[in-house]
């Protein structure tokens, strides 16, 4: 089981922005919150990584008062796991469970290596 305390993820509505020309890249705020995010997860997992199925669960603390829809943060949060390699591939995600609460950090994973079986 691994753990991590991670800053509270962009909503898929911030992930990308589009160019004049129809070109589409990645908004900087999410470029800088990957970023943030990516280390904070590569420094709490060494050496723990999950290679196969897994279970992640997370606990989400509003940032303010502001309406947010749960399952758009969970893109980011997922992609950001791949690239710092703390799951091989977010494909092999077969449970989510996520919620909002009251208080703790502004984003806690908990991820939990399932079996084949």
Not at 36 to 49: F, K
Not at 89 to 101: F, L, P, S
Request: glycine content about 6%; charged content about 30%.
């Amino acid at each position: 089981m691994i753990i991590l305390s991670l800053p509270f993820p962009p909503s898929m509505n911030r992930l990308w922005r589009s160019a004049k020309g129809g070109k589409v890249y990645r908004s900087p705020e999410y470029q800088k919150w990957k970023e943030i995010a990516a280390w904070e997860a590569i420094s709490q997992t060494r050496p723990a990584r999950i290679k196969g199925k897994f279970k992640i669960s997370i606990r989400f603390v509003r940032p303010d008062a502001r309406h947010r829809d749960l399952d758009n943060l969970l893109k980011s949060l997922l992609d950001c796991l791949q690239s710092a390699g703390v799951v091989t591939n977010d494909k092999n995600c077969e449970w989510i469970d996520a919620r909002w609460v009251l208080d703790g950090p502004p984003c806690e994973v908990t991820l939990e290596e399932l079996s084949d079986g």
